[in-house]
């Protein structure tokens, strides 16, 4: 369990900061909220980009190593489907049109459940329609025990890049 409100200062948007905080009401002292704390109906305006999403131990496609962890999407919001230009609910991570950032959500997820605290950044997604954009993610733990994390809660903020990027003036470049 993370303490204090450092990370929640770091996010860029409200809407993270939204699901961020509806997460941490769900926490019970140290002990990390369960997936069926999560209601729906809580959250409405922001179900279009959350993710749950599940370890799962099995054989991984790409190295055939035994007793792998995968990432499986057991649900995603409608959002997702136009910006992978397909349904990603029930497929795992590595089966995704993202080329070479199956790497990095692997990295990225491992950390959430090896750590028990949540995640959050931004990249620039390879799906086929996402190279324009920027995703400003939030993964967040849950655990039915309290204890071992088996279901990660993901909210994505998709915006385009040029809505983020000020170009700096020539005069105002500094060079090393």
Known sequence: MIKGNALRH???FAQQREIYDYWRSKCRGSTLPSRADIEPHDIPSHLKFITLT???RGI???TGKSGSTRFLFRLAGTGFYR???DEIQGRHVDELPIGCRA???HRVLSRVVAEGRPYHGVTKPQTPV???LAQ???RLPLSEDGVRIDTILGYDHIVPLEGIVQPVAESRKVYA
Do not use: A, I, K, R
């Open 54 to 56: 599940e370890p799962v």
């Open 83 to 85: 910006f992978y230009n």
């Open 130 to 132: 996402g190279s324009h």
């Open 103 to 105: 790497d990095y959500w």
């Open 10 to 12: 770091q996010m860029v």
């Open 136 to 138: 400003f993610y939030l």
């Open 60 to 62: 991984c496609p790409t």
